[in-house]
């Protein structure tokens, strides 16, 4: 679906689509249920102080309004976490046999899109820094254009030395055809 969205000149061939690791978007999924969890803690704890004591007249209200914000909060957690599924999802790397396609997805409805041939690149390079990345093998992989602008960097990809091998490989092959 990705390859479909960029438009290839003519004769070109998708080698091959990276997609970000799994783990960023582990991390905010468990980050969107830890909030959740706190926040029915926190549910709870009210509509105990609720119903005990003094406060006790006002359980008739608490109580759904704590269900109010449950639901609420939920509904924006999900939102969220739908959010950030789709920009997982939807951001690629496409490497072909003339290009790279960086394709990044910022919002809901903005989609960035670049790309530079592949006889532009110089010089490739990973770097896995941490102690998840390395047990997880993810990191970034640098690409230095022979251009003004800045290095392209696809961050997060999975086997980042694998891809770099592969890039170099199909440079390689660009370069001799």
């Known amino acids: 679906m990705i390859a479909q969205a960029v438009a290839l000149a003519e004769g070109e061939n998708t080698v091959v689509v990276i997609r970000r690791h799994w783990y960023s978007l582990a991390v905010e999924g468990v980050l969107d249920v830890v909030i959740f969890l706190c926040l029915i803690g926190a549910i709870l704890f009210l509509d105990t102080v609720a119903l005990v004591g003094e406060n006790s007249k006002y359980t008739d209200t ?15 957690l999900w939102m969220h976490f739908f ?21 990044e997805q910022k919002g809901f409805f903005v989609r960035q899109v670049s790309s530079f041939p592949l006889d532009r690149i110089q010089d490739v390079t990973y770097t896995v820094s941490g102690i998840i990345p390395t047990w997880l093998h993810f990191g970034d992989v640098r690409m230095q254009t022979a251009s003004i602008s800045e290095d392209f960097i696809m961050r997060q990809v999975p086997f980042p030395q694998d891809v770099k091998e592969h890039l170099l490989s199909v440079i390689d092959t660009a370069r001799q055809k």
């Open 62 to 76: 608490i109580v759904p309004l704590g269900f109010f914000a449950l639901g609420f909060f939920g509904l924006l």
């Open 83 to 103: 959010a950030s599924w789709s920009d997982h999802w939807l951001d690629a790397w496409i490497i072909t046999d003339k290009r790279v396609i960086d394709i």
